[in-house]
T-cell receptor, first 113, second 117 residues
Framework: DSGVTQTPKHLITATGQRVTLRCSPR?????VYWYQQSLDQGLQFLIQ???????AKGNILERFSAQQFPDLHSELNLSSLELGDSALYFC????????????FGDGTRLSIL | AQTVTQSQPEMSVQEAETVTLSCTYD???????LFWYKQPPSRQMILVIR??????QNATENRFSVNFQKAAKSFSLKISDSQLGDAAMYFC??????????????FGEGTQLTVNP
């Protein structure tokens, strides 16, 4: 158990819809990262938050947004969903020191019908 | 931008034997971290081992060890005494020191390891 909790585990929805993925980091971790794993794109970094503020941005679509709340949990919002958004979305967290490795949650599998 | 390449999409090994997974990377940075993550069929991402670029000594974690060749930008993973539970997809990953371009992980394409009984 990594200590990172992601909900829901599975999500099935239709094109054009909007969903919210939730992540609770390990106790004490200030950084949260979101990654997307798809068959054609592999594992890609989307966005990082540190203590409530956006820290780095990767290949995140404009239809996607994220935030980190004062209690340090994070949400990834995906809107106007397309078939190609079907993927496994991981959240990871790490501690205050940048030397600490990232620990991953079990992921949310998103299926777009 | 950094890139990570795993040139072996699939590898297989006999139980109790040794296997080496290859990884190369490209970067202009001198200080960074390298990782191997394991993804079993359950799809969890499990940290196997990490290497700090400024350390010349190769990292070791029980049956897992790395061969880090900084000049060649090579970072291979050796699994000794392979066990059935080692069967998984293995990802090599790069991370800059956080003071530079953030702490994101850049992953390779992965190597699917099969362990034969």
């Amino acid at each position: 158990d990594s200590g990172v909790t992601q909900t829901p585990k599975h999500l099935i929805t239709a094109t054009g819809q909007r969903v919210t993925l939730r992540c609770s980091p390990r106790s004490g971790d200030l950084s949260v990262y979101w990654y997307q794993q798809s068959l054609d794109q592999g594992l890609q970094f989307l966005i990082q938050y540190y203590n409530g503020e956006e820290r780095a941005k990767g290949n995140i679509l404009e239809r996607f947004s994220a935030q980190q709340f004062p209690d340090l949990h994070s949400e990834l919002n995906l809107s106007s969903l397309e078939l190609g958004d079907s993927a496994l979305y991981f959240c990871a967290s790490s501690g205050f020191s940048g030397d600490q490795p990232q620990h991953f949650g079990d992921g949310t599998r998103l299926s777009i019908l | 931008a950094q890139t990570v390449t795993q040139s072996q999409p699939e590898m297989s090994v006999q139980e109790a034997e040794t296997v080496t997974l290859s990884c190369t990377y490209d970067t202009s940075e001198s200080d960074y971290y390298l990782f191997w993550y394991k993804q079993p069929p359950s799809r969890q991402m499990i940290l196997v081992i990490r290497q700090e670029a400024y350390k010349q000594q190769n990292a070791t974690e029980n049956r897992f060890s790395v061969n880090f060749q900084k000049a060649a930008k090579s970072f291979s993973l050796k699994i000794s005494d392979s066990q059935l539970g080692d069967a998984a997809m293995y990802f090599c990953a790069y991370r800059s020191r956080p003071q530079t371009s953030g702490s994101r992980l850049t992953f390779g394409e992965g190597t699917q390891l099969t362990v034969n009984p």
